[in-house]
C-alpha cells in the first residue's frame, strides 16, 4: 500500500509569493494534518481536516490556509511568504480524529524562501 | 497548554547497547496518548511506539519499550540491543483534543 505523498519534494520561493503544497493520504485515511518543522527543531501543529472541515488550527498567521478534498487529499497554502516560512512541511493522515489514532507521515516539502 | 520537553539534544551509544531516551510533558487532562517518533536523514516520520495514558503497563515493540511514569509526566524511551539503523532523530509527541505536540528531539548516533 502507498503511503502519504507530498508534492513538490523541493520547492524555492521568494519573499511575498504564494506557495500551495499538495498531500494525498494513506488509501481509507480520511482525516489528514499539517506540520510546520523548522531546522533543529520538532514538527508544530498547523492544520487538521477531516471530511473537508477544519478540526483543529494551530498558532499560525491567517497567511497559512488549507483545504480537504472529496477524495481525502489536502492542500496547503502560504501567502506573502517570509524568510521565517522556510522549513519542512509535513502531511500526516490517519482514519479519523479521535485522540487514539495514529498519524502517519509523509516525506514532507522542503520549502526555501529567498 | 501542554508542552513536551527533550532535554537531551544529542546522544550517542555503542552498537548492541542500551540507551535510554528521556522526555517529559505537561498537562492538566487525564486521557491522552503518548508517541515516540524517529526521524531518519532521509526525513520521514516513523512511528516507533505509543502508549494510551490509561494503561498502566508499558508499552513494548520488539526492540523498542517505554517507561511511562504517569504521576512524574515522564515518558522515556528504551532502545535495546541498539542497531546503526537507529541513526535518528526521535522526537517525543502528546497528543489531546486533536492537538499533537512534539519535543524538539534527540539526536541519536548509534556507533560501530
Known amino acids: 500500500d502507498a503511503g502519504v505523498t507530498q508534492s513538490p519534494t523541493h520547492l524555492i520561493k521568494t519573499r511575498g509569493q504564494h506557495v500551495t503544497l499538495r498531500c494525498s493520504p494513506i488509501?481509507?485515511?480520511?482525516?489528514v494534518s499539517w506540520y510546520q518543522q523548522v531546522l533543529g527543531q520538532g514538527p508544530q501543529f498547523i492544520f487538521q481536516?477531516?471530511?473537508?472541515?477544519?478540526?483543529g488550527r494551530g498558532n499560525f498567521p491567517d497567511r497559512f490556509s488549507a483545504r480537504q478534498f472529496p477524495n481525502y487529499s489536502s492542500e496547503l497554502n502560504v501567502n506573502a511568504l517570509l524568510l521565517g516560512d522556510s522549513a519542512l512541511y509535513l502531511c500526516?493522515?490517519?482514519?479519523?480524529?479521535?485522540?487514539?489514532?495514529?498519524?502517519?507521515f509523509g516525506p514532507g516539502t522542503r520549502l526555501l524562501v529567498l | 497548554a501542554q508542552t513536551v520537553t527533550q532535554s537531551q539534544p544529542e546522544m550517542s551509544v555503542q552498537e548492541a547497547e542500551t540507551v535510554t531516551l528521556s522526555c517529559t510533558y505537561d498537562?492538566?487532562?487525564?486521557?491522552?496518548?503518548l508517541f515516540w517518533y524517529k526521524q531518519p536523514p532521509s526525513r520521514q516520520m516513523i512511528l516507533v511506539i505509543r502508549?494510551?495514558?490509561?494503561?498502566?503497563q508499558n508499552a513494548t515493540e520488539n526492540r523498542f519499550s517505554v517507561n511511562f511514569q504517569k504521576a512524574a509526566k515522564s515518558f522515556s524511551l528504551k532502545i535495546s540491543d541498539s542497531q546503526l539503523g537507529d541513526t535518528a532523530m526521535y522526537f517525543c509527541?502528546?497528543?489531546?483534543?486533536?492537538?499533537?505536540?512534539f519535543g524538539a528531539g534527540t539526536r541519536l548516533t548509534v556507533k560501530p
Open positions: 509527541a502528546f497528543m489531546e483534543n486533536n492537538d499533537m505536540r
Open positions: 502508549q494510551e495514558a490509561y494503561k498502566q
Open positions: 488509501s481509507g485515511h480520511k482525516s
Open positions: 500526516a493522515s490517519s482514519l479519523g480524529t479521535t485522540t487514539q489514532e495514529t498519524q502517519y
Open positions: 481536516y477531516y471530511e473537508k472541515e477544519e478540526r
Open positions: 498537562t492538566s487532562e487525564n486521557n491522552y496518548y
